[in-house]
């Protein structure tokens, strides 16, 4: 059951393969391991694209799928999993991330206001970004600790649900 449901929500193989940013692996999107899905390929998808969406870069998807291959779990599951982030749920994502941070650090949380300029970024990389960095790898690791051991027992939770009906 669990594999059905995550079969319905993941993108294309062929789209994938076909994707221009991933052209770079070449020949290594071939490897049929990276196209199946079972309870292992799965947690380690969900525990790359987890940690990867809550890391604060560009392109995170190709840092997933670099990812992704050479550990051969579920390209496609990893590489969804990091639209976690979007939009829409940036903003309170990483401002949480930046609280983790700053609590960790043991400083009080900096009132600051977002402007989409090149200079305040700059600024921001002195004042907040130590906070905000070591709190989105601290929030990185812990939702790929969840999404490993969580879909792992999912996973299990689903199988045994399923010789249990098949048995009655």
Not at 10 to 17: A, C, N, Q, R, V
Not at 33 to 55: D, Q
Request: charged share 15%; aromatic share 12%; proline share 6%.
């Amino acid at each position: 059951m669990a594999k059905k449901i995550i079969q319905r929500f993941l993108p294309d193989h062929d789209k994938i393969k076909n994707n221009k940013s991933l052209k770079i692996f070449g020949s290594l999107l071939h490897d049929a391991n990276l196209w199946h899905l079972n309870r292992r390929s799965a947690r380690g998808a969900f525990a790359i694209g987890l940690f990867f969406a809550f890391i604060p870069v560009p392109f995170q998807m190709l840092l997933a799928a670099a990812l992704a291959i050479p550990f051969r779990v579920n390209l496609p599951l990893s590489v969804a999993l990091v639209w976690i982030t979007n939009p829409l749920t940036m903003p309170p994502i990483f401002y949480g991330s930046y609280l983790v941070g700053s609590t960790v650090l043991g400083q009080n949380s900096q009132d600051f206001s977002f402007e989409p300029t090149v200079q305040w970024l700059l600024d921001s990389l002195s004042t907040i970004g130590p906070a905000f960095m070591l709190g989105s790898l601290i929030c990185a690791s812990i939702a790929a600790l969840i999404g490993y051991f969580g879909s792992d027992i999912l996973w299990q939770t689903s199988v045994r649900r399923a010789w249990k009906n098949r048995h009655k």
